[in-house]
C-alpha cells in the first residue's frame, strides 16, 4: 500500500461526493492500475498509456458480459474526468489458493467446480463477433519449442527435459480449435471466495479476456488445484454438450508452465519444482500421459 495521490482523491470525489470523508486504501500491486479502496468500490487508475487502452477494453468487456453469466463480476463503470479511471462495486471475498482449495469439503470443491462450469458455458456462448466489436483480439500464442526448449536445457533434469520436449511436440500438432471469447484468467488470485462459507461469489480482472482455442480456457484453474479444472470441466461439458479432451488443457498448461520458466528473469527452484510436478502429474494419468 501507498499514499493516496491527491489527484486520486479528487477524481474518486468528483463522481463520488459521498465518499469525501471515506477512508481510502491504495492498492499499487497491478501491473496496469492502481487500485483505490473506498467503502465497498474499487477505482482503478491506470499507470502508463498502455494500461489505458487496456482498462478502456476492460470495461467494454465487462458491460458485454456483465448481464450474460450467471457468476458475479464487476459492473464497471468507466470515467472521462477529471481523468480516465473506472469504477466498481466490490464482490465480496478474497482470493483462493491451493491450501484453501485443499481445506474445502466435497461439496464446496463440487459447488465451486458448477459455478465456474457455468459461467464458462455462458461465456462462450457470446458471439465471437460481439466481443470484437468491443475490441476482443487473438489471445497471443506461447513460443515454439525451438525457443522455448534450449533455455530450459540448464533448469531442468533430464528426465524433465525429455518430458517437455515431447509436451511440445505434441502441443504443436495439436489440431486448430474453434474459437471462443475466453476469460483466459480464471485462477485463485482472480477469485472472491468466501472461505467462512467456502463459497465462490464471483471473478475479476478481465484485461485479459481474448479470443482463442476453448480448451486454453481450463489451463488457468490448475494454478490452483487440478481438482478444480476436472470439476469445471465436467460441468462444462454437461452444460453446452461439447467434449474437452483433458489431455489437450494438460498439454496447454505444460507449454504454459515451461515458457513462462523459460521467460523468468530470476532462478526460482519453487516455481521450478511446480513445473516438474506438473510435468510429473500429467504423466501419472494415463489419459494425460505423453
Not at 37 to 65: M, N, S, W, Y
Not at 124 to 148: C, N, R
Not at 208 to 234: C, H, K, M, Q
Request: net charge negative; no cysteine; aromatic share 8%.
Amino acid at each position: 500500500m501507498s499514499a493516496l495521490l491527491p489527484e486520486y482523491r479528487a477524481a474518486i470525489e468528483a463522481v463520488r461526493p459521498d465518499l469525501a470523508d471515506m477512508p481510502m486504501v491504495v492498492h499499487t500491486r497491478g501491473w496496469d492500475s492502481n487500485a483505490v479502496e473506498a467503502g465497498d468500490t474499487i477505482f482503478k487508475f491506470p499507470k502508463h498509456d498502455e494500461a489505458v487502452g487496456r482498462l478502456r477494453r476492460e470495461a467494454g468487456f465487462l458491460q458485454l458480459v456483465h448481464p450474460r453469466v450467471p457468476l458475479a463480476v464487476p459492473d464497471m463503470i468507466l470515467h472521462e474526468e477529471p481523468m480516465l479511471f473506472s469504477q466498481h462495486r466490490m464482490i465480496p471475498g478474497t482470493i483462493i489458493e491451493t491450501a484453501g482449495y485443499e481445506a474445502l469439503d466435497e461439496a464446496q470443491r463440487q459447488a465451486m467446480g458448477d459455478a465456474l462450469g457455468g459461467f464458462y458455458a455462458a461465456l462462450h456462448a457470446i458471439p465471437v463477433s460481439d466481443a470484437v466489436a468491443v475490441g476482443a483480439e487473438p489471445k497471443p500464442e506461447w513460443p515454439a519449442g525451438s525457443v522455448v526448449l534450449p533455455a530450459l536445457e540448464a533448469v531442468l533434469p533430464g528426465d524433465a527435459l525429455a518430458v517437455a520436449r515431447r509436451a511440445f511436440a505434441a502441443y504443436e500438432a495439436l489440431p486448430v480449435e474453434d474459437a471462443v471469447f475466453g476469460y483466459f484468467d480464471g485462477h485463485g488470485w482472480n477469485m472472491a471466495f468466501d472461505h467462512e462459507r467456502g463459497v465462490l461469489n464471483g471473478v475479476y480482472d478481465f484485461a485479459d479476456a481474448a479470443i482463442g482455442p476453448r480448451s486454453r480456457e481450463f489451463v488457468y484453474s490448475n494454478l490452483t488445484a487440478p481438482d478444480l479444472t476436472l470439476r469445471i470441466i465436467a460441468t462444462y461439458e454437461r452444460l453446452t454438450g461439447l467434449s474437452i479432451d483433458r489431455r489437450t488443457v494438460a498439454l496447454r498448461t505444460a507449454v504454459q508452465n515451461l515458457s513462462e520458466l523459460a521467460e523468468a528473469e530470476e532462478e526460482d527452484p519453487h516455481f521450478t519444482r511446480g513445473v516438474i510436478a506438473w510435468l510429473d502429474y500429467m504423466q501419472a494419468r494415463e489419459d494425460m500421459r505423453i
